[in-house]
Protein backbone atom coordinates (compact mmCIF):
# COMPACT_ATOMS: atom_id res chain seq x y z
CA UNK A 1 0.00 0.00 0.00
CA UNK A 2 1.37 3.37 -1.30
CA UNK A 3 2.25 5.80 1.82
CA UNK A 4 0.43 9.39 1.41
CA UNK A 5 2.75 10.91 4.26
CA UNK A 6 5.86 12.97 2.32
CA UNK A 7 8.64 10.34 1.78
CA UNK A 8 12.62 10.19 1.81
CA UNK A 9 14.90 8.46 -0.39
CA UNK A 10 16.38 6.96 2.60
CA UNK A 11 13.81 5.76 4.95
CA UNK A 12 13.35 8.88 6.65
CA UNK A 13 17.16 9.07 7.75
CA UNK A 14 18.61 11.66 5.34
CA UNK A 15 16.00 15.07 4.37
CA UNK A 16 16.89 14.18 0.76
CA UNK A 17 14.03 16.45 -0.23
CA UNK A 18 14.94 19.51 1.73
CA UNK A 19 18.30 19.15 0.26
CA UNK A 20 17.09 19.14 -3.55
CA UNK A 21 14.71 22.07 -2.53
CA UNK A 22 17.85 24.12 -1.22
CA UNK A 23 19.30 22.89 -4.76
CA UNK A 24 16.49 24.21 -6.61
CA UNK A 25 16.82 27.76 -4.71
CA UNK A 26 20.21 27.55 -5.60
CA UNK A 27 19.17 27.49 -9.28
CA UNK A 28 16.90 30.18 -9.46
CA UNK A 29 19.61 31.70 -7.44
CA UNK A 30 18.46 32.69 -4.60
CA UNK A 31 20.56 31.61 -2.25
CA UNK A 32 24.76 32.84 -1.37
CA UNK A 33 27.08 30.31 -0.06
CA UNK A 34 26.55 31.73 3.24
CA UNK A 35 22.51 31.15 2.82
CA UNK A 36 23.24 27.33 1.30
CA UNK A 37 25.28 26.61 4.29
CA UNK A 38 22.90 27.79 7.10
CA UNK A 39 19.78 25.50 5.26
CA UNK A 40 21.90 22.58 5.06
CA UNK A 41 23.49 22.85 8.46
CA UNK A 42 19.68 23.04 9.90
CA UNK A 43 19.02 19.74 8.09
CA UNK A 44 21.92 17.90 8.75
CA UNK A 45 21.57 18.74 12.81
CA UNK A 46 18.13 16.87 12.19
CA UNK A 47 19.44 14.21 11.06
CA UNK A 48 22.40 13.90 13.65
CA UNK A 49 20.14 15.13 16.55
CA UNK A 50 23.27 17.10 17.49
CA UNK A 51 23.59 20.42 19.57
CA UNK A 52 26.26 21.94 17.82
CA UNK A 53 27.21 22.09 13.75
CA UNK A 54 29.53 23.39 11.50
CA UNK A 55 30.12 23.79 7.52
CA UNK A 56 33.54 24.93 6.93
CA UNK A 57 34.90 25.48 3.40
CA UNK A 58 38.55 24.11 2.13
CA UNK A 59 40.46 27.63 1.86
CA UNK A 60 43.91 26.68 1.15
CA UNK A 61 45.74 24.95 3.89
CA UNK A 62 42.35 26.41 6.13
CA UNK A 63 39.10 25.64 6.93
CA UNK A 64 36.85 28.56 7.35
CA UNK A 65 33.12 28.66 8.75
CA UNK A 66 30.35 29.26 6.81
CA UNK A 67 27.85 28.33 9.07
CA UNK A 68 27.51 27.74 13.00
CA UNK A 69 25.17 26.92 15.78
CA UNK A 70 27.52 29.83 17.07
CA UNK A 71 27.09 32.67 14.82
CA UNK A 72 29.61 34.09 16.69
CA UNK A 73 32.25 31.79 14.53
CA UNK A 74 31.17 32.08 11.86
CA UNK A 75 34.47 33.42 8.96
CA UNK A 76 36.94 31.85 11.52
CA UNK A 77 39.84 29.93 9.76
CA UNK A 78 40.88 26.41 11.43
CA UNK A 79 44.00 24.97 10.18
CA UNK A 80 43.87 21.63 8.48
CA UNK A 81 46.57 20.30 10.58
CA UNK A 82 45.86 21.09 13.49
CA UNK A 83 42.27 20.22 14.09
CA UNK A 84 39.77 17.18 13.79
CA UNK A 85 37.92 19.09 11.32
CA UNK A 86 41.57 18.84 9.38
CA UNK A 87 41.83 15.60 9.57
CA UNK A 88 39.21 14.43 8.08
CA UNK A 89 40.47 16.69 4.95
CA UNK A 90 43.59 15.32 4.98
CA UNK A 91 42.89 11.52 5.37
CA UNK A 92 39.80 11.90 2.78
CA UNK A 93 37.60 10.13 5.51
CA UNK A 94 34.73 11.00 8.14
CA UNK A 95 35.84 11.30 11.76
CA UNK A 96 33.67 9.59 14.11
CA UNK A 97 34.90 10.83 18.09
CA UNK A 98 32.76 8.60 20.48
CA UNK A 99 34.50 10.10 23.45
CA UNK A 100 35.90 13.15 23.36
CA UNK A 101 37.72 12.62 26.64
CA UNK A 102 39.71 9.65 24.79
CA UNK A 103 40.60 11.55 21.91
CA UNK A 104 44.39 13.50 21.50
CA UNK A 105 43.71 16.88 22.82
CA UNK A 106 46.23 18.25 20.13
CA UNK A 107 43.40 18.03 17.47
CA UNK A 108 40.21 18.53 19.40
CA UNK A 109 39.32 22.18 19.95
CA UNK A 110 36.32 23.01 22.12
CA UNK A 111 33.33 24.77 21.66
CA UNK A 112 33.83 27.94 23.93
CA UNK A 113 31.94 27.96 26.96
CA UNK A 114 31.00 24.16 25.83
CA UNK A 115 31.91 20.45 27.30
CA UNK A 116 31.14 18.22 24.07
CA UNK A 117 31.57 14.41 24.69
CA UNK A 118 31.45 13.37 21.01
CA UNK A 119 32.25 14.85 17.06
CA UNK A 120 31.48 13.55 13.56
CA UNK A 121 32.75 15.08 10.72
CA UNK A 122 32.10 14.41 7.13
CA UNK A 123 34.27 15.33 4.17
CA UNK A 124 32.27 17.34 1.29
CA UNK A 125 33.15 16.31 -1.73
CA UNK A 126 32.17 16.35 -5.74
CA UNK A 127 34.07 13.56 -8.16
CA UNK A 128 38.52 13.90 -6.79
CA UNK A 129 37.66 17.88 -5.53
CA UNK A 130 37.25 18.00 -1.84
CA UNK A 131 35.56 21.61 -0.96
CA UNK A 132 34.92 21.29 2.73
CA UNK A 133 33.53 19.53 5.89
CA UNK A 134 30.60 19.07 7.93
CA UNK A 135 30.44 18.75 11.51
CA UNK A 136 28.54 17.90 14.33
CA UNK A 137 28.88 17.72 18.23
CA UNK A 138 27.06 16.24 20.95
CA UNK A 139 26.94 16.62 25.00
CA UNK A 140 26.22 12.64 24.60
CA UNK A 141 29.10 10.32 24.38
CA UNK A 142 28.31 8.06 21.59
CA UNK A 143 25.67 10.61 20.13
CA UNK A 144 26.64 9.45 16.34
CA UNK A 145 26.34 6.37 14.86
CA UNK A 146 28.63 4.31 11.42
CA UNK A 147 25.19 4.98 9.70
CA UNK A 148 24.80 8.36 10.31
CA UNK A 149 27.78 8.84 9.31
CA UNK A 150 27.41 6.52 6.73
CA UNK A 151 24.30 8.30 5.08
CA UNK A 152 25.90 12.22 5.53
CA UNK A 153 29.09 10.77 3.55
CA UNK A 154 26.93 9.13 0.90
CA UNK A 155 25.19 12.79 -0.30
CA UNK A 156 28.57 14.71 0.94
CA UNK A 157 28.34 14.84 -2.86
CA UNK A 158 24.99 15.89 -3.19
CA UNK A 159 25.62 18.68 -0.57
CA UNK A 160 29.50 19.52 -2.52
CA UNK A 161 27.32 19.91 -6.04
CA UNK A 162 24.88 22.01 -4.15
CA UNK A 163 27.45 24.66 -2.70
CA UNK A 164 29.48 24.23 -6.48
CA UNK A 165 26.34 25.65 -7.69
CA UNK A 166 26.36 28.75 -5.25
CA UNK A 167 29.98 29.66 -5.96
CA UNK A 168 29.30 29.80 -9.48
CA UNK A 169 26.30 31.83 -8.96
CA UNK A 170 27.69 34.30 -6.81
CA UNK A 171 30.97 34.56 -9.82
CA UNK A 172 28.58 35.00 -12.15
CA UNK A 173 27.21 37.90 -9.81
CA UNK A 174 30.29 39.42 -9.22
CA UNK A 175 31.16 39.15 -12.72
CA UNK A 176 28.07 40.73 -13.79
CA UNK A 177 28.89 43.73 -11.14
CA UNK A 178 32.13 44.27 -12.64
CA UNK A 179 30.79 44.71 -15.96
CA UNK A 180 28.60 47.66 -14.31
CA UNK A 181 31.99 48.84 -13.08
CA UNK A 182 33.53 48.86 -15.92
CA UNK A 183 31.22 50.84 -17.68
CA UNK A 184 30.87 53.22 -14.53
CA UNK A 185 32.79 55.24 -16.96
CA UNK A 186 29.69 56.30 -18.14
CA UNK A 187 28.54 57.20 -15.35
CA UNK A 188 31.44 58.85 -14.16
CA UNK A 189 31.44 61.07 -17.27
CA UNK A 190 28.17 62.27 -16.94
CA UNK A 191 28.60 63.50 -13.05
CA UNK A 192 31.24 64.52 -13.83
CA UNK A 193 29.99 66.74 -16.65
CA UNK A 194 27.12 67.61 -14.25
CA UNK A 195 28.96 68.46 -11.28
CA UNK A 196 30.87 70.88 -13.90
CA UNK A 197 27.85 72.27 -14.98
CA UNK A 198 26.93 73.58 -11.70
CA UNK A 199 30.01 74.95 -11.08
CA UNK A 200 30.03 76.97 -14.36
CA UNK A 201 26.29 77.75 -13.24
CA UNK A 202 27.72 79.38 -10.43
CA UNK A 203 30.71 81.18 -11.35
CA UNK A 204 28.03 82.68 -14.17
CA UNK A 205 25.73 83.94 -11.90
CA UNK A 206 28.49 85.70 -9.70
CA UNK A 207 29.47 87.51 -12.78
CA UNK A 208 25.37 88.31 -13.00
CA UNK A 209 25.26 89.61 -9.73
CA UNK A 210 28.50 91.27 -10.07
CA UNK A 211 27.76 93.31 -13.63
CA UNK A 212 24.11 93.22 -13.78
CA UNK A 213 22.80 92.93 -9.82
CA UNK A 214 24.92 94.59 -7.54
CA UNK A 215 22.04 94.93 -4.86
CA UNK A 216 22.05 90.90 -4.88
CA UNK A 217 25.63 91.17 -3.38
CA UNK A 218 24.69 91.51 0.05
CA UNK A 219 21.88 88.88 -0.04
CA UNK A 220 23.36 86.45 2.47
CA UNK A 221 20.67 83.70 1.67
CA UNK A 222 21.13 83.84 -1.98
CA UNK A 223 25.02 84.02 -1.08
CA UNK A 224 24.98 81.35 1.10
CA UNK A 225 22.46 79.05 -1.03
CA UNK A 226 24.93 79.62 -4.20
CA UNK A 227 28.27 78.38 -2.15
CA UNK A 228 26.16 74.90 -0.37
CA UNK A 229 25.10 74.27 -4.01
CA UNK A 230 29.10 74.96 -5.61
CA UNK A 231 30.20 73.05 -2.18
CA UNK A 232 27.95 69.94 -2.94
CA UNK A 233 29.83 69.67 -6.24
CA UNK A 234 32.89 69.75 -5.29
CA UNK A 235 32.39 66.80 -2.90
CA UNK A 236 30.32 65.16 -5.74
CA UNK A 237 33.62 65.74 -8.05
CA UNK A 238 36.53 64.28 -5.26
CA UNK A 239 34.11 61.64 -4.83
CA UNK A 240 33.96 60.74 -8.61
CA UNK A 241 37.29 61.10 -8.70
CA UNK A 242 37.84 57.98 -6.12
CA UNK A 243 35.41 55.92 -8.21
CA UNK A 244 37.79 56.43 -11.63
CA UNK A 245 40.55 54.84 -9.77
CA UNK A 246 38.70 51.62 -9.81
CA UNK A 247 41.95 49.62 -8.62
CA UNK A 248 42.52 47.59 -5.75
CA UNK A 249 45.91 48.50 -5.23
CA UNK A 250 45.82 49.14 -1.50
CA UNK A 251 45.56 52.74 0.08
CA UNK A 252 47.97 54.12 2.62
CA UNK A 253 47.25 53.54 6.00
CA UNK A 254 44.53 54.96 7.58
CA UNK A 255 42.96 55.28 11.26
CA UNK A 256 39.35 54.03 11.11
CA UNK A 257 38.27 55.71 14.83
CA UNK A 258 39.52 58.62 13.67
CA UNK A 259 37.56 58.43 10.45
CA UNK A 260 34.44 57.21 12.11
CA UNK A 261 34.52 60.27 14.39
CA UNK A 262 34.64 62.69 11.60
CA UNK A 263 31.99 60.96 9.70
CA UNK A 264 29.53 61.15 12.69
CA UNK A 265 30.50 65.12 13.19
CA UNK A 266 30.06 65.98 9.60
CA UNK A 267 26.13 64.01 9.77
CA UNK A 268 24.83 66.15 12.47
CA UNK A 269 22.66 63.51 13.90
CA UNK A 270 19.52 65.01 15.77
CA UNK A 271 19.07 65.51 19.20
CA UNK A 272 16.26 62.73 19.14
CA UNK A 273 18.53 59.44 18.19
CA UNK A 274 20.81 58.65 20.68
CA UNK A 275 24.28 57.35 19.59
CA UNK A 276 25.94 54.35 21.00
CA UNK A 277 29.72 54.43 20.57
CA UNK A 278 31.76 50.88 20.91
CA UNK A 279 35.28 50.82 19.22
CA UNK A 280 38.21 48.24 20.27
CA UNK A 281 41.01 49.42 21.66
CA UNK A 282 43.96 49.54 19.90
CA UNK A 283 42.16 49.14 16.43
CA UNK A 284 45.10 48.07 13.82
CA UNK A 285 44.98 50.62 10.75
CA UNK A 286 43.88 49.70 7.46
CA UNK A 287 44.77 50.35 3.82
CA UNK A 288 41.98 52.52 2.43
CA UNK A 289 41.65 56.08 1.70
CA UNK A 290 40.58 58.71 4.00
CA UNK A 291 37.82 59.36 1.47
CA UNK A 292 36.09 56.28 3.17
CA UNK A 293 35.15 58.84 5.48
CA UNK A 294 32.06 59.26 3.11
CA UNK A 295 31.14 56.14 2.47
CA UNK A 296 30.86 55.91 6.95
CA UNK A 297 28.99 59.02 6.37
CA UNK A 298 26.56 57.59 3.61
CA UNK A 299 26.07 54.69 6.68
CA UNK A 300 25.30 57.05 9.45
CA UNK A 301 22.98 59.51 7.01
CA UNK A 302 21.09 56.73 5.63
CA UNK A 303 20.50 55.30 9.41
CA UNK A 304 19.35 59.14 10.21
CA UNK A 305 16.75 59.18 7.58
CA UNK A 306 15.33 55.68 8.46
CA UNK A 307 14.41 56.95 11.82
CA UNK A 308 12.65 60.41 11.38
CA UNK A 309 10.67 60.27 14.73
CA UNK A 310 14.03 59.36 16.49
CA UNK A 311 15.62 55.91 17.66
CA UNK A 312 19.23 54.68 18.43
CA UNK A 313 21.94 54.42 16.10
CA UNK A 314 24.85 52.09 17.34
CA UNK A 315 27.94 51.77 15.94
CA UNK A 316 31.21 49.36 16.47
CA UNK A 317 34.07 48.91 15.15
CA UNK A 318 36.29 45.54 16.19
CA UNK A 319 38.90 43.19 14.88
CA UNK A 320 37.73 39.79 13.83
CA UNK A 321 38.44 37.08 15.78
CA UNK A 322 41.90 35.97 13.39
CA UNK A 323 42.87 39.16 13.10
CA UNK A 324 42.68 39.76 9.57
CA UNK A 325 39.71 41.90 9.15
CA UNK A 326 38.37 45.25 10.69
CA UNK A 327 34.63 44.77 11.22
CA UNK A 328 32.54 48.24 11.20
CA UNK A 329 28.67 48.22 12.08
CA UNK A 330 26.44 50.73 11.39
CA UNK A 331 23.21 49.09 13.09
CA UNK A 332 19.53 51.32 13.49
CA UNK A 333 16.08 51.36 15.20
CA UNK A 334 14.50 52.47 11.80
CA UNK A 335 11.74 51.18 9.92
CA UNK A 336 14.02 48.51 8.10
CA UNK A 337 14.70 47.18 4.90
CA UNK A 338 12.48 44.65 2.91
CA UNK A 339 14.19 41.41 1.89
CA UNK A 340 13.05 42.22 -1.60
CA UNK A 341 15.44 45.27 -1.59
CA UNK A 342 18.41 43.51 0.37
CA UNK A 343 20.32 43.38 -2.98
CA UNK A 344 18.63 46.39 -5.03
CA UNK A 345 19.64 48.77 -2.42
CA UNK A 346 23.27 48.44 -4.01
CA UNK A 347 22.00 49.36 -7.65
CA UNK A 348 23.15 52.09 -8.69
CA UNK A 349 20.00 53.02 -9.82
CA UNK A 350 17.86 51.78 -6.89
CA UNK A 351 16.28 54.25 -4.42
CA UNK A 352 13.44 54.66 -2.00
CA UNK A 353 14.08 58.34 -1.57
CA UNK A 354 11.56 61.43 -3.20
CA UNK A 355 15.29 62.89 -4.73
CA UNK A 356 18.76 61.69 -4.63
CA UNK A 357 20.64 59.60 -7.61
CA UNK A 358 20.30 56.78 -5.67
CA UNK A 359 24.74 56.25 -6.09
CA UNK A 360 25.02 56.23 -2.37
CA UNK A 361 25.14 52.76 -1.33
CA UNK A 362 26.02 51.68 -4.48
CA UNK A 363 29.12 54.18 -4.91
CA UNK A 364 29.99 52.97 -1.25
CA UNK A 365 30.21 49.18 -1.97
CA UNK A 366 32.38 49.31 -5.28
CA UNK A 367 34.75 51.60 -3.46
CA UNK A 368 35.01 49.20 -0.46
CA UNK A 369 35.39 46.46 -2.71
CA UNK A 370 38.52 48.30 -4.52
CA UNK A 371 39.62 48.06 -0.81
CA UNK A 372 39.55 44.58 -0.70
CA UNK A 373 36.61 44.93 2.00
CA UNK A 374 33.11 44.39 1.97
CA UNK A 375 29.78 45.42 2.61
CA UNK A 376 26.78 43.81 3.87
CA UNK A 377 22.96 44.34 4.49
CA UNK A 378 20.97 42.79 7.09
CA UNK A 379 17.63 43.66 7.79
CA UNK A 380 13.98 42.99 8.59
CA UNK A 381 10.88 45.18 8.23
CA UNK A 382 10.27 47.50 11.30
CA UNK A 383 13.42 45.83 13.44
CA UNK A 384 15.70 48.26 11.74
CA UNK A 385 19.09 47.58 9.45
CA UNK A 386 22.66 46.99 9.81
CA UNK A 387 25.35 47.23 7.33
CA UNK A 388 28.42 46.12 7.94
CA UNK A 389 31.43 46.83 6.45
CA UNK A 390 34.59 44.70 6.14
CA UNK A 391 38.38 45.80 5.78
CA UNK A 392 41.17 43.81 5.78
CA UNK A 393 44.25 44.39 7.58
CA UNK A 394 47.92 45.01 6.36
CA UNK A 395 49.65 41.81 6.17
CA UNK A 396 52.81 41.98 8.51
CA UNK A 397 55.86 42.31 6.63
CA UNK A 398 59.06 40.62 8.47
Request: net charge negative; proline share 3%.
Amino acid sequence: MENSAKSHLVTGDFPIDEILEIQSAILAGKQSIEETAGSILKQVLKVCKAEFGQILLLEGENLVVKASTSETDIGRSVSIHHSVSGLAVKENRSVRINAVSDFGKSLYKPVVGQTMQSELVVPLRIADRLIGVLNAESFKKNAFSQRQADILTAFGGLIAMAFLISEQNELKKRANEADKILSAGQIVHRLTGRAGAIRGWIEIMREIIKNEKPELENDDTLLIAMEDIESKALNLLELVNELKKQTSKPGTLVNIPSLLSEAIEKSQIPENIEVELSIQSNLPDVHSDPIIREVFWNMITNAVEAMPRGGKLSLTAKIDNNGEKVIIVFSDTGHGIPKDFKDLVFDDRFTTKSSGHGLGLWWSRVFVRTMGGEISLDSDVGKGAKFTVTLPVPKQTS
